[in-house]
């Protein structure tokens, strides 16, 4: 190893020496200039970050209380409309007006309400575009309703409760009751709270459920007899509420200039929870069902976590720490005492972000350092780069080569013969391997460059998920279209299914005449290859509607494309003779794949997958039960199902409300077909009928449960129907 290493020192170039002399010279210099500089303006800005940070804490806190100052003046000037509890009633417009009057102006508010201690209880609440009633909640309310009135009258012999729905003005324009009143104002944290504090009282902060499980934060005011606020001017009969979005608080913070890894957060010093920060998605979390208040401890964020803890576990408000090798700066300013909260600003950042400037003079330092030798060594460093740049850029084009990445080859020149001769060769192996990767999968391709093997002729029996592809009614569109423009056209259709399937890592086997087949988990491994080949087909099937819209208004010729996928061991490898191979999959899975393809003609379907199918992606697709098949050449039934969209995932690849609920009823029906219960069967088959309209699936079922309640199948009877062409 030594003497390796003796001879790369004794057979090196003079630019290294060269380059390398002038470097230590600047280094040099440059250190010496930046330690003395850097060292000598630390001192003045640590104490200018300080005062920087405090007045950065105070900015939020200011901002904070300024936000939320909103809710507690519109809820007191409220209170002063409310004289007495009989004011609460849904015929006061002149409360009701003025409560959906700062709704409008406010859009972080809410909701307002005002309860009364006889059990009266008045809501006014911004309702969203998909509104429904709340009588019943599957109705949506017509368009134009911005507002919802809410009244619970309780009174000796009964309690009702009433809605109206508002428009933007105001105006009344639906109105409902509601028998079973299960909500009593006078039991919540907020009205009881501002009972016995009798005064204006913020509550903690929650989860608003009704509204997205957005936190929020509940501003009360008591009332009392005559026109007021004041315990001295009667007697409690009320409160005065209005509820506020807290998550723009987070925006305030986001835009304090901290540098990229500073973050400005707002917790609860008491309960630990939360309240802002930067990122408004972090202020709450999700267990099962329930979204709950995020608490500082459980974030991920452990910069936080330690901050907090370390303030918590010595009360220092400012100090350093150090976290994974990095020292950062803390902060917590309490909020003024007048709010009635325990929360606190807490500032947390790299000592770097305060120090940027010594850096700044110090990178400044080393460039002045550069341009002062930069002249003496320009000669050099020109020479010496007209010599390894183009070397370089050959090393990386060989080693996009090696990727396959063969699209974009950038074009080198050079006056040195050698150079040049490398790059010719160069560009004639991108070209043969470009042309080789239309007939070859570019991953079989990528693969045997990367490792140096050889093709060889066989395969070896895994796992992959296998896509068949089949353009209905081909023939008469071939018959009717110019064959010079179908081939474009046909062209421009495999481009996107190709494309589509790539993207998803899926490997394009052959183009057979206008069909497709394709397979995933091959040649490299994929856990999650036959998900990926449903949401692959589901794209190109979403893609086809694209594209036969754009043909249309082309006066083209609309393509209509059948799927079958199937998943199971399948042999996967090279055949063909000794110099001319194929990579394909062959055996028993590909030729149901091929049958399931074929068996939407029967089905009047688009894409159609396997049992196996069904149970490695149920759960984050939505199928729909067709039969139970065996197709030609096969006795065993199989169970196929219509792919129509996923649950998860590509909103864009969702299935409709429609295609949900229809999925879901006739579910219920195949399965009580397959018990052979074929009244209740034809009930629900008939049921979808009227719902959505004839659907030829539906129409058979009702035809077989038809003939099965004349003539009932044999005892062994199991479902299975014998297809009887492929």
Known sequence: MVDYMLNIWRNRKIQFDIIAEFVIVLLATALSIMWYT???????????????????????????????????EMTLLGSNLVANPEHVDINNEEIILYMIGVLRVYPHLTNMYVGAENGKFLEISRLGDRATYRANPTDRLPGGISFSVRFINRTETETVETWQYRDIDGVVRETETIPNVMFDHRISEWYIKARQNRKFFWSEVEIFSLLEGKPGITAAQPLYTGYGNSPSKGEFFGVVGSNIYIEDISSFLKQTNLGERGIVFIVDNDGGELIAHPDKTKTTRVEGDETKIQLVDDLKDKRLVTAFQDHQLYGRDKFTFDFRGTEYFALFKSFPKDFNKKWKVGIVAPTDVFLGEAKRIQQETIIISIIIFIISIIFIIILSRNLS???????????????????????????????????DS???????????????????????????????????????????????????VSESYPPEKLMLHLSEYFEEMTTIIQKHNGTIDKYIGDAIMAFWGAPF?????????????????????????????????????????????????????????????????????????????????????????????????????????????????????????????????????????????????FKVYLEQRWDEAIDNFQAIVDSFGHDPVCDMYLKRCAEFKKKPPPKDWDGVIQLKKK
């Open 525 to 669: 491994v994929d856990k999650k290859h036959v998900l990926k080949a449903c949401i692959a087909t589901l794209e190109c099937e979403k893609k086809l509607k694209g594209l036969n819209r754009k043909w249309r208004s082309e006066q083209k010729p609309e393509l209509r494309t059948r799927f079958g996928i199937h998943t199971g061991d399948t042999i996967v490898g090279n055949v063909g003779s000794s110099d001319r191979v194929n990579y394909t999959a062959i055996g028993d899975s590909v030729n149901l794949a091929a049958r399931l393809e074929g068996t939407n003609k029967m089905y009047h379907t688009t894409i159609i997958v396997s049992t196996e199918v069904y149970e490695s992606v149920h759960k984050d697709c939505l199928l729909r039960p067709l039969d139970v098949v065996a197709v030609k050449g096969k006795k065993q039934g199989n169970l196929i199902y219509e792919l129509v969209g996923l649950k998860k995932g590509d909103p864009n690849l969702f299935p409709s409300k429609q295609q949900i609920q229809y999925t879901e009823l006739f579910t219920q029906g």
């Open 426 to 476: 160069i560009s004639a192996m991108r070209s043969s391997l470009q042309a080789f990767g239309k007939f070859v999968p570019k991953g079989v391709v990528r693969k045997l460059t990367k490792q140096g093997q050889d093709v060889k002729i066989g395969g070896r029996l895994r796992p992959v998920t296998l896509l068949f592809t089949d353009i209905a009614g081909f023939t008469g």
């Open 389 to 423: 740049r183009p070397i370089m850029l050959l090393a990386k084009e060989a080693n996009k080569i090696q990727n396959f990445d063969l699209d974009h080859g950038k074009e080198i020149h050079s006056n040195i013969a050698e150079i040049k001769l490398l790059n």
């Open 38 to 72: 850097f060292y000598n303006n630390k001192e003045n800005l640590v104490r200018f970050s300080d005062m920087l940070v405090t007045e950065i804490a105070q900015s939020s806190i200011d901002s904070t209380r300024a936000y939320l100052n909103t809710a507690q």
